[in-house]
């Protein structure tokens, strides 16, 4: 495993989000915070392969606590905190289609789709595109779908 570039990493503290900024070809990042305050950070990728998370000193060697259920806070005064790495875990793909009740069937744009497992406890959200279609990167494992419009024009199965 290399380091990766493009990862967005965000902090959150202070009651507000920081970011997100995106990793370099070295897979170095620099988040600015605007106080002195215990961070939450959270790394995600914008093209899907791998796993979002938070950092969590708790989780093993990788550091990075799968769906953000622990994160180890980052106490920030006035230096720069360095270190904070994680290993990033590459997810699964379940992709699928949306349809109303038509002939043919109807693609449905803006369908909430959740994915979760409760072990280890997970979840992702994505929403169908105007073909209906849509993709969520998920880990190993068991997991349940739903899906939700909020203009409760279709019963969700």
């Given at each position: 495993a290399g380091v990766l570039s493009g990862i967005e990493v965000t902090a959150l503290g202070s009651g507000q989000a920081f970011g997100p900024v995106t990793t370099d070809a070295s897979g170095v990042y620099s988040v600015p915070v605007a106080a002195?305050?215990?961070?939450?950070?959270?790394?995600?990728?914008?093209?899907?392969?791998?796993?979002?998370?938070?950092?969590?000193?708790?989780?093993?060697?990788?550091?990075?606590?799968?769906?953000?259920n622990c994160?180890?806070?980052?106490?920030?005064?006035?230096?720069?905190?360095?270190?904070?790495?994680?290993?990033?875990?590459?997810?699964h793909h379940i992709k699928g289609k949306v349809t109303g009740p038509a002939t043919p069937p109807n693609p449905l744009r803006g369908v909430d789709v959740r994915g979760?497992?409760?072990?280890?406890?997970?979840?992702t959200l994505t929403q169908t595109a105007a073909d209906g279609t849509y993709s969520l990167t998920v880990p190993d494992g068991n997991f349940g779908l739903t899906y939700s419009q909020w203009q409760h024009l279709y019963e969700s199965p």
């Open positions: 002195s305050d215990d961070y939450e950070i959270r790394f995600s990728d914008p093209r899907a392969k791998y796993l979002y998370g938070s950092y969590c000193t708790s989780v093993s060697t990788t550091h990075l606590s799968i769906g953000g994160y180890t806070p980052v106490h920030v005064v006035a230096d720069p905190v360095d270190s904070i790495d994680v290993q990033l875990t590459v997810g979760s497992t409760s072990a280890p406890s997970y979840y």
